[in-house]
Protein backbone atom coordinates (compact mmCIF):
# COMPACT_ATOMS: atom_id res chain seq x y z
CA UNK A 1 0.00 0.00 0.00
CA UNK A 2 1.59 3.45 -1.14
CA UNK A 3 1.99 6.10 1.11
CA UNK A 4 0.53 9.11 -1.21
CA UNK A 5 -2.76 7.89 -2.75
CA UNK A 6 -3.57 8.32 -6.56
CA UNK A 7 -6.58 7.13 -8.33
CA UNK A 8 -5.96 4.02 -10.41
CA UNK A 9 -6.99 5.28 -13.39
CA UNK A 10 -8.47 8.89 -15.31
CA UNK A 11 -9.27 9.07 -19.03
CA UNK A 12 -10.10 11.38 -21.79
CA UNK A 13 -10.67 12.45 -25.38
CA UNK A 14 -8.12 13.84 -27.21
CA UNK A 15 -7.87 18.07 -26.42
CA UNK A 16 -9.68 17.38 -23.01
CA UNK A 17 -8.24 18.48 -19.77
CA UNK A 18 -7.32 15.77 -17.65
CA UNK A 19 -6.59 15.63 -13.77
CA UNK A 20 -5.01 13.61 -11.64
CA UNK A 21 -4.74 14.17 -7.64
CA UNK A 22 -2.18 12.57 -5.30
CA UNK A 23 -3.15 13.03 -1.38
CA UNK A 24 -0.59 12.23 1.14
CA UNK A 25 -0.03 13.44 4.89
CA UNK A 26 1.86 16.29 7.34
CA UNK A 27 5.01 14.51 6.88
CA UNK A 28 5.54 14.14 3.20
CA UNK A 29 2.99 16.42 0.66
CA UNK A 30 2.01 18.57 3.42
CA UNK A 31 5.68 19.68 4.53
CA UNK A 32 8.01 18.35 1.34
CA UNK A 33 7.36 19.48 -2.51
CA UNK A 34 5.47 17.19 -4.92
CA UNK A 35 7.43 15.69 -8.06
CA UNK A 36 5.53 13.85 -10.65
CA UNK A 37 6.98 11.06 -13.48
CA UNK A 38 5.75 10.05 -16.21
CA UNK A 39 6.21 6.59 -17.54
CA UNK A 40 5.56 5.58 -20.92
CA UNK A 41 5.24 2.10 -21.85
CA UNK A 42 8.31 -0.06 -21.40
CA UNK A 43 10.67 3.08 -20.42
CA UNK A 44 11.94 4.71 -17.11
CA UNK A 45 10.06 6.91 -15.69
CA UNK A 46 10.87 11.13 -16.87
CA UNK A 47 10.33 13.93 -14.94
CA UNK A 48 7.57 15.85 -15.18
CA UNK A 49 6.87 18.49 -12.70
CA UNK A 50 8.65 18.87 -10.02
CA UNK A 51 8.63 21.14 -6.65
CA UNK A 52 4.87 21.48 -6.82
CA UNK A 53 4.91 23.11 -10.59
CA UNK A 54 7.86 24.03 -11.60
CA UNK A 55 8.64 22.18 -15.54
CA UNK A 56 11.60 20.96 -16.49
CA UNK A 57 13.10 21.93 -19.70
CA UNK A 58 11.25 20.28 -22.75
CA UNK A 59 8.06 19.46 -20.75
CA UNK A 60 5.51 21.02 -22.89
CA UNK A 61 3.54 23.69 -20.86
CA UNK A 62 0.14 21.14 -21.63
CA UNK A 63 1.67 19.54 -18.36
CA UNK A 64 0.86 21.51 -14.62
CA UNK A 65 1.10 20.84 -11.16
CA UNK A 66 -0.46 22.34 -8.00
CA UNK A 67 -0.70 22.14 -4.37
CA UNK A 68 -2.85 22.84 -1.46
CA UNK A 69 -2.07 21.14 2.09
CA UNK A 70 -1.63 18.02 1.85
CA UNK A 71 -2.95 17.41 -1.41
CA UNK A 72 -1.09 17.91 -4.94
CA UNK A 73 -2.64 17.81 -8.43
CA UNK A 74 -1.44 16.98 -12.22
CA UNK A 75 -3.34 18.63 -14.77
CA UNK A 76 -3.20 17.41 -18.36
CA UNK A 77 -4.49 19.96 -20.92
CA UNK A 78 -5.18 19.51 -24.47
CA UNK A 79 -4.52 15.59 -23.95
CA UNK A 80 -2.68 14.04 -26.72
CA UNK A 81 -2.72 9.90 -27.53
CA UNK A 82 1.23 10.18 -26.69
CA UNK A 83 -0.09 11.56 -23.19
CA UNK A 84 -1.17 7.74 -22.21
CA UNK A 85 0.72 6.68 -19.61
CA UNK A 86 1.73 5.55 -16.30
CA UNK A 87 1.98 9.11 -14.28
CA UNK A 88 3.25 9.00 -10.70
CA UNK A 89 3.38 11.78 -7.73
CA UNK A 90 6.05 11.20 -5.00
CA UNK A 91 7.70 13.71 -2.28
CA UNK A 92 10.28 13.11 0.75
CA UNK A 93 8.64 11.92 3.83
CA UNK A 94 9.76 13.20 7.03
CA UNK A 95 8.69 10.28 9.09
CA UNK A 96 9.88 7.71 6.87
CA UNK A 97 14.55 8.34 8.08
CA UNK A 98 14.98 10.01 4.72
CA UNK A 99 12.90 8.12 2.36
CA UNK A 100 11.79 9.19 -0.80
CA UNK A 101 7.63 8.21 -1.44
CA UNK A 102 5.48 7.26 -4.68
CA UNK A 103 1.64 7.32 -5.44
CA UNK A 104 0.88 3.93 -6.58
CA UNK A 105 0.69 5.64 -9.72
CA UNK A 106 -2.45 6.49 -12.27
CA UNK A 107 -2.91 4.67 -15.47
CA UNK A 108 -4.19 7.45 -18.15
CA UNK A 109 -5.97 6.59 -21.63
CA UNK A 110 -6.55 8.82 -24.16
CA UNK A 111 -9.62 7.32 -25.89
CA UNK B 1 23.79 15.49 -21.55
CA UNK B 2 23.02 13.45 -18.35
CA UNK B 3 22.86 9.70 -18.97
CA UNK B 4 22.87 7.02 -16.34
CA UNK B 5 23.40 3.45 -17.09
CA UNK B 6 22.41 0.42 -15.10
CA UNK B 7 24.11 -2.85 -15.54
CA UNK B 8 24.62 -6.14 -13.31
CA UNK B 9 20.97 -7.58 -13.69
CA UNK B 10 20.38 -10.95 -14.47
CA UNK B 11 18.53 -14.23 -13.23
CA UNK B 12 20.22 -15.43 -9.38
CA UNK B 13 18.67 -17.93 -7.22
CA UNK B 14 17.13 -17.06 -3.71
CA UNK B 15 19.49 -16.06 -1.34
CA UNK B 16 22.20 -15.45 -3.90
CA UNK B 17 23.75 -12.33 -4.51
CA UNK B 18 24.33 -9.58 -7.31
CA UNK B 19 25.82 -6.00 -8.09
CA UNK B 20 24.40 -3.41 -9.77
CA UNK B 21 26.64 -0.91 -10.72
CA UNK B 22 25.61 2.26 -12.60
CA UNK B 23 27.65 4.75 -14.83
CA UNK B 24 27.20 8.36 -15.10
CA UNK B 25 27.91 11.06 -17.51
CA UNK B 26 26.96 14.54 -18.78
CA UNK B 27 27.19 16.32 -15.31
CA UNK B 28 29.71 15.89 -12.00
CA UNK B 29 28.73 13.12 -9.88
CA UNK B 30 30.85 14.32 -7.02
CA UNK B 31 28.32 16.95 -6.45
CA UNK B 32 25.24 14.72 -6.29
CA UNK B 33 23.16 12.28 -4.29
CA UNK B 34 22.66 8.94 -5.92
CA UNK B 35 19.60 6.63 -5.59
CA UNK B 36 18.85 3.28 -6.54
CA UNK B 37 14.74 2.54 -6.80
CA UNK B 38 13.39 -0.32 -7.86
CA UNK B 39 9.82 -1.65 -10.20
CA UNK B 40 8.50 -4.83 -9.64
CA UNK B 41 6.54 -6.20 -12.73
CA UNK B 42 3.76 -4.40 -13.61
CA UNK B 43 3.58 -2.51 -9.65
CA UNK B 44 4.70 0.57 -8.65
CA UNK B 45 7.77 2.47 -7.97
CA UNK B 46 9.71 1.63 -5.19
CA UNK B 47 12.53 3.53 -3.34
CA UNK B 48 15.83 0.99 -2.14
CA UNK B 49 18.14 3.52 -1.27
CA UNK B 50 20.52 7.16 -1.37
CA UNK B 51 23.60 8.15 -1.03
CA UNK B 52 25.48 11.48 -0.35
CA UNK B 53 27.82 12.90 -2.75
CA UNK B 54 30.75 11.82 -0.38
CA UNK B 55 29.10 8.86 0.69
CA UNK B 56 28.53 9.28 4.18
CA UNK B 57 25.44 9.54 4.47
CA UNK B 58 23.23 6.69 2.90
CA UNK B 59 19.55 5.84 3.49
CA UNK B 60 17.86 2.26 3.21
CA UNK B 61 14.22 1.41 2.60
CA UNK B 62 13.24 -1.14 5.83
CA UNK B 63 12.58 -3.83 2.66
CA UNK B 64 16.41 -4.29 1.93
CA UNK B 65 17.86 -2.81 5.38
CA UNK B 66 20.59 -5.28 6.29
CA UNK B 67 20.54 -6.76 3.10
CA UNK B 68 21.83 -4.54 0.16
CA UNK B 69 24.75 -1.99 0.43
CA UNK B 70 25.02 1.11 -1.61
CA UNK B 71 28.44 2.77 -2.13
CA UNK B 72 29.95 5.22 -4.73
CA UNK B 73 33.12 5.74 -6.61
CA UNK B 74 33.47 9.49 -7.58
CA UNK B 75 36.45 8.92 -8.89
CA UNK B 76 34.95 6.26 -11.28
CA UNK B 77 31.95 8.28 -11.73
CA UNK B 78 29.86 5.13 -10.27
CA UNK B 79 27.40 3.73 -8.11
CA UNK B 80 26.47 1.06 -7.19
CA UNK B 81 24.22 -2.04 -5.60
CA UNK B 82 25.73 -4.69 -3.72
CA UNK B 83 22.64 -7.31 -3.03
CA UNK B 84 22.61 -10.12 -0.82
CA UNK B 85 20.04 -12.75 0.68
CA UNK B 86 17.78 -12.41 -2.43
CA UNK B 87 14.41 -12.78 -2.11
CA UNK B 88 11.99 -13.61 -4.91
CA UNK B 89 10.32 -10.44 -3.61
CA UNK B 90 13.15 -8.33 -4.83
CA UNK B 91 12.29 -8.94 -8.59
CA UNK B 92 12.09 -5.49 -10.15
CA UNK B 93 14.13 -3.41 -12.78
CA UNK B 94 16.48 -1.50 -10.82
CA UNK B 95 16.80 2.27 -11.53
CA UNK B 96 19.70 4.04 -11.14
CA UNK B 97 18.93 8.14 -10.78
CA UNK B 98 20.56 11.60 -10.01
CA UNK B 99 18.54 13.21 -6.97
CA UNK B 100 17.76 17.14 -6.40
CA UNK B 101 16.76 18.74 -3.64
CA UNK B 102 13.46 18.31 -4.70
CA UNK B 103 13.57 14.42 -5.65
CA UNK B 104 15.26 12.32 -8.23
CA UNK B 105 15.19 14.08 -11.73
CA UNK B 106 17.10 12.29 -14.31
CA UNK B 107 16.64 8.69 -14.35
CA UNK B 108 18.83 5.65 -16.29
CA UNK B 109 17.08 2.56 -18.47
CA UNK B 110 16.99 0.26 -15.67
CA UNK B 111 18.24 -3.42 -15.14
CA UNK B 112 16.15 -6.16 -14.89
CA UNK B 113 16.91 -8.62 -11.36
CA UNK B 114 15.02 -11.79 -10.98
CA UNK B 115 15.27 -13.93 -8.35
CA UNK B 116 13.51 -17.19 -8.94
CA UNK B 117 14.79 -20.99 -8.70
Known amino acids: QSVLTQPPSASGTPGQRVTISCSGSSSNTGSKTVNWYQQLPGTAPKLLIY???QRPSGVPDRFSGSKSGTSASLAISGLQFEDEADYYCAAWDDSLNGLYVFGAGTKVTVL | QVQLVESGGGLVKPGGSLRLSCAASGFTFSDYYMSWIRQAPGKGLEWVSY????????YYADSVKGRFTISRDNAKNSLYLQMNSLRAEDTAVYYC??????????WGRGTLVTVSS
Open chain 1, 51 to 53: SNN
Open chain 2, 97 to 106: ARVQHSGPDY
Open chain 2, 51 to 58: ISTSGSTI
